[in-house]
């Protein structure tokens, strides 16, 4: 993986909080999104946490998690908030043989691929890259989820310390 694509992998991470979870003890690959609940984490990565051949979910659906005073929904999960309705899908396509730290990446970049990003990764143009992707991640700026969204300059400066470079 080039510098530049792994330090955007790392800018997303922190966008979504994964990465800089008080509880992660797996750099945010291993965060459930919880919201009102509190933090949580999962520690099995042989499927994505609320799937039903999740050990433990005993073949039923785990249901969503509350994550606002609203009432908003969400089985997201991982480093990047995978949300379920689209595991089997990459998991599939993918090939992917579970939940973990590598399938979570190359899901990720995956998604990024089929947004066409990975040119301006490449080739340093982060603002170009973050605004193609940023309908897939509710944190970058515009994705316009009514969530909290960062600053593109927050997101230069993680991705500028994860090694990243600007064209």
Do not use: C
Not at 32 to 56: C, L, N
Not at 67 to 89: C, E
Not at 129 to 135: E, F, G, L, Q, Y
Request: charged residues 20%.
């Amino acid at each position: 993986m080039s510098p530049n694509l792994k330090a955007f992998l790392d800018a997303i991470a922190f966008a979504e909080g994964t990465s800089t979870s008080p509880v992660t003890k797996g750099n945010g690959y291993d965060v459930i999104v919880t919201g009102v609940k509190g933090p949580e984490i999962f520690t099995d990565y042989s499927a994505h946490p609320f799937a039903p051949e999740y050990p433990g979910n005993k073949g039923m659906r785990r249901p969503s998690n509350v994550i606002n005073s609203k009432g908003l929904i969400s089985n997201a999960a991982g480093r990047y908030q995978f949300m379920l309705v689209h595991w089997n899908h990459y998991r599939d396509l993918l090939k992917l043989p579970d939940f973990g730290p590598m399938s979570q990446d190359l899901w990720a970049i995956q998604l990024i691929r089929e947004r066409k990003a990975l040119p301006a990764i490449e080739s340093g143009h982060f603002t170009s890259a973050v605004a193609k992707v940023s309908n897939l991640w509710a944190s970058l700026p515009g994705a316009g989820y009514g969530q909290r969204e960062h600053r593109i300059a927050s997101l230069e400066n993680a991705y500028e310390k994860a090694g990243g470079t600007f064209a």
